[in-house]
């Protein structure tokens, strides 16, 4: 079975366009959680999502929204990008909606010029 | 709020020494887990053992241990016999029991960069 699958891997940005990271789970996992991790630290809680419905919100600013799509996958979207939004992206997905086991993809690295 | 402390920031070891990660956490739930992952440089987080709150049995699997104190609100992490492809960032992360959502969040540390050197 394929794991999580992030796209793109890696992606350059410039101050005040917007970017969408996309997020495809393991088959047949619910929730889909987005974490932004910055150089040196851990992964900081964006949002989750399960059965298509958002179900937690970390202290990001509204320019950071989700979605998930009746299949699951998911997606990130922020806009008006800041050089601060320089950082790894990673999605999780689990089969409940705990997170007991909860499975990261590689990632994407945002690269805000 | 929860919170989980990485004291140690980079840890140097020569292959085959024994080497053991801190991590100390804060919680007012009484019902959570803990949990150890793994960073190589590709990014990905590899998970390597969940613990809940209410199994504080050390657990050995292969070359690593884990030793959950929850009088010191601790949770340990040891590598035997390390090897080079022990070389990552270790985080240790914490999630509380999610009834409504609130607290499904996985709250992590700063990170152990680990260097094996041959």
């Known amino acids: 079975d394929a794991g999580v699958t992030q796209s793109p891997t890696h992606l350059i940005k410039t101050r005040g366009q917007h970017v969408t990271l996309r997020c495809s789970p393991i088959s047949g996992h619910k929730s889909v959680s987005w974490y932004q991790q910055v150089l040196g630290q851990g992964p900081q809680f964006i949002f989750q999502y399960y059965e298509k419905e958002e179900r937690g919100r970390g202290n990001f600013p509204d320019r950071f929204s989700a979605r998930q799509f009746p299949n699951y996958s998911s997606e990130l979207n922020v806009n008006a990008l800041l050089l601060g939004d320089s950082a790894l992206y990673l999605c999780a997905s689990s089969t409940m909606f705990q997170v007991e086991e909860a499975f990261f993809g590689q990632g994407t690295r945002l690269t805000v010029v | 709020a929860q919170k989980v402390t990485q004291a140690q920031t980079e840890i140097s070891v020569v292959e085959k020494e024994d080497v053991t990660l801190d991590c100390v956490y804060e919680?007012?739930?009484?019902?959570?887990?803990l949990f150890w992952y793994k960073q190589p440089p590709s990014g990905e987080l590899v998970f390597l053992i969940r613990r809940n709150s209410f199994d504080e049995q050390n657990e050995i699997s292969g070359r690593y241990s884990w030793n959950f104190q929850k009088s010191t609100s601790s949770f340990n992490f040891t590598i035997t016999a390390s090897q080079v492809v022990d070389s990552a960032v270790y985080f240790c992360?914490?999630?509380?029991?999610?009834?409504?959502?609130?607290?499904?969040?996985?709250?992590f540390g700063k990170g152990i960069t680990l260097s094996v050197r041959p």
């Open positions: 992360a914490l999630s509380g029991r999610a009834f409504t959502g609130a607290n499904s969040k996985l709250t």
């Open positions: 919680t007012r739930d009484t019902t959570y887990y």
